[in-house]
């Protein structure tokens, strides 16, 4: 069966956002990790020899060492996930254009011009959320520099109370803090899918500018016919949530009988997103999507209105 165009348009989205992703994440990211616990097992290696008995002004050493190597990571992260995020942001919006005039020549025939499409307008929508894509940034290095941290000290006083020599400490807490460097990763994957939310929701107001009824759709691996998942990673709260529109601009709601369909632990989750306007992330590596909406494009899609459920 031919796919629909607008499932033609959410995958290719998808797909944009993928090769962002993975351009600045797994690889990029394992190997400025990997130099930054180098140098940090550089300076531990210089507090004394690796036979001597690890002691606790040893221990304060090593603190001293792993706070300053753990601040540069945080640092280098920042940086990175900015620059990964900026590519997010401008892939985003080239493709939400296109999409947007593909659908209308489909359905209408016509040949819309986006208010998007000019140069200034496109660079105001990248930077309208600039200062606070960046203060999540660095709320999510920084929050990864202090796990790191408070494994490595685990680590360490795990090192004293069992008499362990400086060479053997050295070890154990080095292979803690390699096993932590999946969260660097994680924070690049999900700051950039925030990011690449963000403009796809600034876009879709901007673009509604030139179409009134252009709208936001929340759009999960869920099958639109049968509102089945498409795969064992979709939870009860992303099926709830799947082709809710809101619009350009506005908020998205979380029903008010969600509890009925998902666990105490994602119900507390879902409860401190209420409200939040635009971006549809609900957890690390969510794949949550925004996309465009028309009601001729012939893509089901329902509005949490009064307290009710009404289909679009």
Same mark, same amino acid.
């Given at each position: 069966?031919?796919?629909?165009?607008?499932?033609?348009?959410?995958?290719?989205?998808?797909?944009?956002?993928?090769?962002? /992703?993975?351009?600045?994440? /797994?690889?990029? /990211?394992?190997?400025?990790?990997?130099?930054?616990?180098?140098?940090?097992?550089?300076?531990?290696s210089n507090v004394g020899k690796t036979s001597d008995r690890f002691t606790a002004h040893q221990l304060r050493l090593y603190k001293a060492q792993i706070l300053t190597g753990q601040a540069q990571l945080a640092k280098q992260l920042?940086?990175?996930?900015h620059e990964v995020g900026r590519s997010a942001r401008v892939d985003a919006l080239r493709g939400l254009i296109g999409g947007i005039k593909r659908l209308e020549a489909r359905y209408t025939g016509a040949e819309v011009v986006l208010p998007l499409e000019e140069a200034a307008r496109f660079e105001g929508v990248l930077g309208k959320r600039e200062s606070m894509l960046r203060l999540r940034n660095e709320q999510s290095a920084a929050a990864m520099m202090v796990r790191n941290i408070e494994a490595a000290e685990s680590a360490l006083a795990m090192s004293l109370v069992t008499g362990e020599t400086l060479g053997e400490a050295t070890e154990r807490v080095m292979d803690v803090m390699d096993e932590q460097w999946w969260q660097a990763e994680r924070v690049v994957r999900t700051e950039t899918m925030t990011a690449f939310a963000a403009t796809q929701a600034d876009g879709v107001k901007a673009a509604a500018e030139e179409l009134p009824d252009l709208m936001l759709r929340w759009c999960e691996h869920v099958d639109d016919a049968t509102g089945r998942p498409l795969d064992d990673r979709v939870d009860p709260d992303s099926i709830v949530m799947h082709g809710q529109v809101a619009p350009a601009g506005g908020l998205f709601a979380f029903p008010d009988d969600f509890a009925d369909y998902v666990d105490a632990k994602a119900a507390k989750r879902i409860e401190?997103?209420?409200?939040?306007?635009?971006?549809?992330?609900?957890?690390?590596?969510?794949?949550?999507?925004?996309?465009?909406?028309?009601?001729h494009w012939g893509v089901p899609a329902w509005q949490w209105v009064d307290g009710e459920r009404v289909d679009r």
């Open positions: 069966m031919a796919r629909a165009p607008y499932e033609i348009m959410l995958e290719e989205s998808r797909r944009r956002l993928a090769r962002v /992703v993975e351009r600045g994440s /797994v690889a990029q /990211v394992r190997d400025f990790y990997t130099r930054a616990l180098s140098e940090i097992e550089g300076k531990l920042r940086s990175h996930v401190r997103f209420r409200g939040w306007r635009g971006l549809p992330v609900l957890r690390p590596n969510g794949r949550e999507a925004l996309q465009p909406w028309r009601p």
